[in-house]
């Protein structure tokens, strides 16, 4: 059989499997109809990038937000492929490339350990590397492991600009070998997975403060490289820096938090690689408020809810930062499946102490593994099982909320989503 004509059956099959699991309601149809795809045509995602893909984005943490950020910048360009629901492994990239505009430029988010597999087959004219840290480890490589992949790759592909975050030390590890890198000073608040040096495992020397993002081995003498942008912010505001000292204010962005600065910050040092205006990207960019449920406000049973996903702990360490001052109650939603990882051992590793003066309401499957972690913590806390029911003996104040704080994990996330959609279609369908 032709290739073009297998290809063709590959799209028309993954169409129909997308289209019967959306009717059977069964999730969006990206991943079952991108396997089908690949399955009929291994070399489907190679035939369809051709020159489509200006960018790729991978981290461990935030590359659905950078994503997104990048993705509505690119818009002033015209169409924009991506996926909406962050599918960012293979089946969810061919999907998204076989149903995005066929004049349209390709922003796509890549699992980190998809890497080295991806951007052979998309050849983007930019890569993103935000962060790397520990995450499913019953799942992932090792996050040094991962390093060395992209290493390897970055290293024979002299055409692709990388955008590389300088202040994590795995990241720069990752970069510095790739022909064309623009560095930036996005930070790194988690530290924990980059203590020592991935070259030759010698204790990385940091900076004497917090403002100093500098970081050095004593060992092999890698340090942190001169960056070409980088990241001030102050006072819960954001700015963009260039090389040339140009300041790009990022305080309109409705993403909150340091993170989705930093995040804004990449996002932005990319567009002006692709030739974009960098201020129509940041009113684009502004014009965010959640990126795949992250940040929505929503109605769950008796409760409304700002949804926010984290994880693993250096998700977490962020996340925490922007939950409301003390005394405001918050919800902290643990499970452990499949997507999640199995283990939660690495709830002892979030700095959960900074909920002092709260009290967390410790729900999911794993409730009760972060009741014990919230006690050693000093955290006030009650376990509940569904928060949400009307006779939920919640704490003081907790329903007087225009919205309350509700941190889970993966599943918990989608789990939550879902019943509020489903919640807003049967309100819907009663008012009519």
Known sequence: MARKTRNKLAIGAGRAFSAASRASKRGEGMVVGGRAMLKISPKLIDDLSGDRVWALVSSTNGKTSTTRLLATAAEQAGPVITQPTGANMTAGIVTA?????HDGHAVLEVDEAYLP???PATRPKVLILGNLSRDQ???MNEVAMIARKWRTVLDGHPETVVIAN???PIVAFAAERAKNVIWVGAGQVWTADSAVCPECGALLVRGSSPDDPSWSCPGCHRHRPETSWRLEYVDG???AIDAAGK???LSTLSLPGRFNAANATLALAAAV???LDPIEAIARMSLVTAVSGRYAIATIGALTVRLLLAKNPAGWSELVDIMPPAPTPVIVTINSNAADGRDPSWLWDVPFERLRGRTVIATGDRRRDLAVRLLHAEVEHVTIEDPYLPDADLPGGARSLDAI???ATYTAFHSLRTRADRELQARQGASK
């Open 97 to 101: 490339l076989a149903n995005g505009p």
């Open 117 to 119: 597999q991806i951007m």
């Open 137 to 139: 480890l019953d799942r």
């Open 166 to 168: 300088a202040d994590d």
């Open 237 to 239: 505001r954001g700015t």
């Open 247 to 249: 300041r790009f204010d």
């Open 273 to 275: 690689e692709l030739g």
């Open 405 to 407: 704080d509700c941190a």
